[in-house]
């Protein structure tokens, strides 16, 4: 993978896109966006019940923020921020709206979904799947609303951008095998040029029981991180927090191999010989954990040009598990569960360092999650599942500054994605109905920070 990497990035090769990786659960008639302790594998069957997770801590009736000392959570070292600092956020100073929707009620039917943002400031617009339709997207003028219906292309399988360039849109599917219940992803490739699609798939790319992660390189292949040593759970079962549900803190990490494939060429699939947990590309430059969902290990630092590569400890807690990994701008935001102490109050992190190991700032608080860094890695974007603090925050990390973007959570994911320049997306609960989980209904903002 270096010598190949290395040549092209000499030839000036354009760094990849934003990418968040993920692919988004469609669950009973929406998409919703459920509490994690830990991230666990699912086919194709579980995805079906995922809206039966619990939410955990969330429910609890007091509506003080949780006070973590009095529970015994330990505090991280270097700057750490909780929620209560954060002020409202003020729309015309703190950030601009490029374009807002709302679906009114999810739980009665699926909607209609920010994906992203294409690097020349289209909105990839999504018609959720129904009974009586497949997903079909469009490209969304922010300003106007109008949109282009991207024909040819319809699903009712999972579906996540991972490049929206001005030349073409790469969506992943995660195909499922239905005999095993197994998955492989395929991408569909629109040209935009030629307002085509295509379809690709890697019969000998191996198959895995969980979601496939990928990433574009900057060589312009594929990046797919396939499951080889799932951590154990520990003999007897998981122990059982305050809160009474099994607390995993401190669990072994997940180990995956990492393949690249073409783009163009199915039989083009390449084992690259590298041990990852998480993963992700900064320009020219690979970060990755030595495992995941769980004990995350060494952060590693590869330079693609030179191959020159370096290490270090991140400095994560004791009990802290990886739960996701974004890297943007020279910066590293590691999202972690790190236990669950007195009266079930959570130690939920976000911690943020360089790429050469320097601690940035550690978001601590109970129910923090969802850690992306946006706007070249100067900002982060946080979601809070706590009833006390629940809701949307953009933290500016050279400002040292948190804003509360929303308050309430949003149960659906409809907004998320790959955004340029300073844009991002978020959500906040709409509708007047109420459901079991809140409010029925989401509206998806795109935003545009101002610095």
Not at 57 to 67: C, E, G, K, N, Q
Not at 342 to 368: A, F, H, K, L, S
Request: hydrophobic residues 35%.
């Amino acid at each position: 993978m270096v010598n190949e990497l290395r040549e092209l990035l000499r030839d000036n090769v354009a760094a990849p896109p934003p990418d968040d990786g993920g692919l988004l659960g469609i669950v009973s008639a929406g998409r919703r966006r459920v509490r994690r302790r830990r991230r666990v594998a699912v086919g194709g069957a579980a995805l079906a019940t995922a809206a039966a997770v619990s939410i955990g801590a969330w429910a609890r009736l007091d509506p003080s923020p949780a006070d973590l000392v009095a529970a015994g959570v330990p505090r991280p070292p270097g700057q750490v921020v909780r929620l209560a600092d954060a002020v409202p956020a003020s729309e015309g100073t703190d950030y601009r709206t490029l374009a807002s929707y709302t679906n009114e009620d999810l739980e009665a039917d699926n909607g209609e979904y920010f994906d992203g943002v294409t690097d020349d400031g289209l909105v990839l617009f999504r018609e959720g799947q129904t009974a009586d339709r497949d997903g079909r997207y469009a490209l969304m003028d922010p300003t106007t609303g109008e949109k282009d219906w991207l024909d040819g292309w319809s699903s009712d399988l999972q579906a996540s951008p991972v490049e929206l360039g001005t030349d073409r849109l790469v969506i992943m599917r995660a195909v499922h095998d239905d005999a095993d219940g197994r998955v492989r992803p395929e991408l569909d490739v629109f040209d935009r040029g030629t307002g085509t699609w295509r379809t690709i798939g890697w019969p000998t790319l191996p198959d895995q029981e969980g979601l496939p992660q990928m990433r574009i390189g900057p060589d312009g292949r594929a990046y797919v991180s396939v499951l080889t040593d799932p951590g154990d759970v520990p003999e007897g079962g998981w122990p059982t927090g305050p809160d009474g549900e099994a607390d995993d803190a401190d669990a072994e990490g997940d180990v995956k191999a990492l393949w690249s494939v073409s783009l163009t060429d199915p039989a083009d699939v390449r084992d690259e010989g590298l041990r990852v947990g998480d993963f992700g590309f900064d320009g020219d430059r690979m970060v990755w954990t030595d495992s995941t969902n769980g004990a995350a290990g060494r952060v590693h630092v590869r330079d693609l040009v030179t191959g020159d590569e370096t290490s270090f400890d991140a400095r994560l807690g004791e009990r802290c598990n990886l739960l996701d990994l974004d890297v943007s701008g020279g910066r590293i935001a590691m999202t972690q569960y790190c236990g669950t102490y007195e009266n079930g109050v959570r130690d939920d992190r976000v911690q943020v360092m360089t790429t050469e190991g320097e601690q940035v700032v550690t978001v601590q608080d109970d129910g923090v999650d969802g850690g992306d860094l946006v706007a070249g890695g100067d900002f982060l974007t946080l979601t809070s599942y706590d009833r006390a603090t629940s809701g949307t925050y953009l933290y500016d990390v050279e400002g040292k500054r948190l804003v509360r973007l929303s308050e309430g959570y949003s149960q659906w994911t409809v907004a998320s994605g790959p955004t340029p320049g300073d844009q991002f997306l978020w959500a906040e609960p709409a509708g007047s109905k109420l459901g079991p989980f809140g409010r029925s209904g989401a509206t998806a903002h795109l935003g545009e920070v101002i610095r």
